[in-house]
């Protein structure tokens, strides 16, 4: 009896515990936190790339204005008469409705009639402007004019965005609206604010829509809205507006979750559907609808450059289509991320959307999917706690892992047989914690090695990188991702002839002591020490880890080790040792970082044109007579308000563009008369002024010891004209 009692004990006391933890388990289930919501997102994600949406022929068609068209047609934005070419043309080709995804919130400064109105606002050029409508002979055409006359022959929808910065503009509103149940303003975000296209566009539209898609950051795009809110008005999006205007509909109607007499306690409901014409179209309970992607489909886009030079058949492509026109060009900014394209233009996912309203294909997550996953994780902590005392760990975790397997097998068939989205996470994270907290008794884990992982690397690498391959040591296996970096390389000047006359021993704890020093200043900032090259320092921001003011890191750095060098170079100087100055450049670039070499041996490195700049960068402080120069891209970047005095735009040698150039110049007393000078002396160069070579002398007499100032004085005096200084060696 004894025996017995002492078995029924040991089993009493794991089971109390893995009760406590299932019902630890279901207060989170209740909480529903970001972390969890992210791993059912990722599971959902996941789904999508292993069973994509297959694709079949909807009548919807993009008509995208790439990269060919860019370099066919001119950069964008283009003239407007252009933009008119391309919607009149598909309206002669028969499509049902043009949807514009672009916002036309100015007018066309290319348009005649308004460069001429620009000539008038200057007295010397007025008489031309006088001269040219007069010799026209007929008003001067107006580009937006022109735009709006073809849209009100041609079915169009303009676009407009809702932003989170309020504003006075107001989106026409085209649709009606109309509701069942509780109406849809109690469970749509409101913005404070438009960006709106011009008033004479919206009114010659057939419908007028929001291309807002949701998402922001980094965050993927699994779900767009159908309709959203502007304070109190409500707008459809533009794929619902382009979809009513392809219908001749008039009138959207919500449905509630009250609209058939459901008890519903405060907002919990929510939307259910929006009807649009003949289609009802299933909406999670803030409007939005679920979005199931195709892979990349070559034959649902037509580059614009095909539709203007004639060489696509638009009767066949777009006759009886709804036609959305937008961009896929990578520096029109339009790209989101979505969860089997990184890089999924903005018109696509709209043209996805109506695919999947058109084909009545639509992933959903039913009302009951939460009470469902509830009783699965109760389900299976409850099995968990009953067998793990009674078979042992072993068994247990086989039965454990067929049952999480039984758990994700049944979302994944949910998914690829019925569309619905059914998340298995909290079933297998409860029935793995249950496991865990159970045998805890027995299986007790250590921090040994993740102890001895950051013990012997911290030696060697930056506390920030240890981290990361600490919580991902998948990052130690071969491979990069490209991402927008900002590097800083010193150097010290004159150190290789220091090298040849100093003691080897004396050198060598000088170095030490130098690198130490600026190696501390680096990391404390949170930068990654990239390579030690002799005297010189490579180091790199936003990366390995995130870093969204790595900019400002990296000059706020560059000053800290400039202050440093310059104490160092001082203190050394008093003791004897004429230790060279130190020349600093910052820049900020895309680059592909991650881990290179071989299977043996690999180093976490960045590789790309921005590294190079950013030595020439650093290497032309010695032409400059500057200790310090940061690119005008790291300039932009920064988000603080650094002050800087320019340098001029630096064409390097080996670069066919150049780069401009600023010294920074926080951190120290200036003399503001100098500055003024010099910032009036530089705007004189960049606008040509013959006035220049005289300021630059001038300047040059009353600050002999600035470097900066002289070397213009010295170009001017040759000759030269302008801010464009060229290098003709590194």
Not at 53 to 65: N, S, T
Not at 158 to 184: C, E, I, K, M, Y
Not at 239 to 262: C, F, H, Y
Request: aromatic share 6%; charged share 20%; hydrophobic share 45%.
């Amino acid at each position: 009896m004894a025996r017995r009692r002492l078995s029924w004990s040991s089993a009493l006391k794991p089971s109390i515990l893995g009760l406590l933890a299932l019902a630890l388990l279901l207060m989170v289930r209740a909480l529903d936190p970001v972390l969890l919501g992210d791993l059912r997102s990722l599971v959902f994600d996941t789904y999508q790339r292993l069973a994509p949406r297959p694709y079949q022929f909807a009548p919807v068609r993009v008509v995208d204005i790439d990269d060919r068209s860019l370099a066919a047609y001119g950069q964008w934005p283009w003239p407007r008469d252009l933009l008119a070419e391309v919607v009149g043309r598909l309206g002669d080709a028969g499509a049902a409705v043009v949807a514009l995804d672009i916002i036309l919130a100015e007018p066309d400064r290319t348009s005649p009639a308004r460069i001429v109105d620009g000539w008038r606002a200057d007295p010397r050029l007025a008489p031309l402007a006088d001269l040219v409508e007069a010799e026209a002979g007929i008003p001067l055409p107006d580009n937006d004019a022109t735009l709006a006359t073809v849209i009100t022959q041609v079915p169009t929808v303009t676009a407009f965005a809702l932003t989170r910065v309020g504003s006075d503009a107001v989106p026409r509103l085209v649709a009606g609206l109309a509701n069942a149940g509780s109406p849809p303003e109690r469970y749509l975000e409101s913005f404070p604010g438009a960006v709106v296209s011009l008033p004479a566009l919206e009114a010659a539209a057939w419908g007028n829509g929001s291309v807002g898609i949701g998402g922001g950051g980094n965050e993927l795009i699994r779900r767009v809205p159908m309709l959203q809110r502007l304070r109190d008005q409500i707008y459809p999006t533009l794929p619902m507006e382009a979809l009513r205007v392809a219908q001749g509909a008039s009138t959207l109607i919500t449905r509630a979750a009250d609209a058939s007499g459901e008890i519903v306690i405060g907002d919990y409901g929510g939307l259910t559907a929006l009807r649009n014409g003949a289609f009802d179209i299933p909406l999670t309970a803030d409007g939005y609808l679920w979005l199931h992607y195709t892979g990349t489909v070559p034959e649902r886009t037509i580059p614009a450059a095909s539709v203007l030079d004639g060489t696509a058949d638009l009767a066949t492509l777009v006759g009886g289509n709804i036609v959305f026109i937008g961009s896929s060009a990578a520096g029109l900014s339009d790209l989101r991320a979505t969860p089997i394209n990184d890089f999924e233009p903005g018109v696509l996912i709209h043209a996805q959307a109506i695919e999947q309203i058109l084909l009545g294909w639509f992933l959903e997550r039913p009302d009951w999917a939460t009470g469902a996953e509830i009783l699965a994780l109760l389900a299976l902590g409850v099995l968990m706690i009953v067998l793990l005392p009674r078979v042992g760990a072993l068994f247990g975790a086989v039965a454990g892992l067929l049952l999480v397997t039984a758990a994700a097998a049944g979302s994944w068939l949910a998914f690829s047989e019925a569309r619905l989205l059914l998340d298995p996470v909290y079933a297998i994270i409860g029935g793995s914690a249950v496991y865990l907290v159970v045998s805890a008794a027995m299986h007790v884990r250590t921090e040994h090695e993740r102890g001895f992982v950051r013990q012997a690397f911290t030696q060697y690498l930056s506390p920030a990188l240890v981290g990361r391959l600490l919580e991902h040591p998948e990052r130690l296996k071969l491979g990069g991702e490209t991402r927008e970096l900002t590097f800083l390389f010193s150097d010290i000047a004159g150190f290789t002839s220091f090298t040849e006359r100093a003691d080897p021993e004396v050198l060598v704890a000088l170095l030490n002591e130098y690198l130490d020093g600026m190696c501390a200043i680096v990391m404390a900032h949170g930068g990654t020490i990239d390579k030690i090259v002799g005297d010189a320092v490579h180091a790199m921001f936003n990366a390995p880890v995130d870093q969204p003011d790595h900019a400002d890191r990296a000059v706020d750095c560059a000053l800290a080790l400039d202050g440093f060098a310059e104490a160092f170079r001082a203190r050394k100087a008093a003791e004897g040792l004429p230790f060279g100055l130190t020349r600093i450049g910052v820049n900020t670039g895309e680059v592909v970082v991650g881990n290179f070499g071989g299977s043996r041996r690999f180093d976490y490195t960045a590789h790309g044109d921005a590294i190079n700049t950013t030595a020439r960068i650093e290497s032309v402080n010695k032409h400059l007579g500057t200790r310090v120069c940061v690119t005008g891209e790291t300039k932009r970047v920064c988000r603080k308000a650094h002050r800087y005095r320019p340098v001029g735009a630096l064409l390097l040698k080996g670069k066919a563009k150049p780069v401009k150039a600023f010294e920074p110049l926080d951190g120290g007393d200036q003399d503001e008369t100098l500055l003024a000078g010099y910032r009036a002396l530089y705007q004189a160069m960049a606008e040509g002024r013959d006035d220049a070579p005289v300021m630059a002398e001038a300047l040059a007499n009353s600050y002999p010891d600035d470097p900066l100032i002289a070397l213009h004085a010295r170009r001017l005096a040759r000759g030269e004209r302008g801010i464009e200084i060229v290098f003709d060696e590194k």
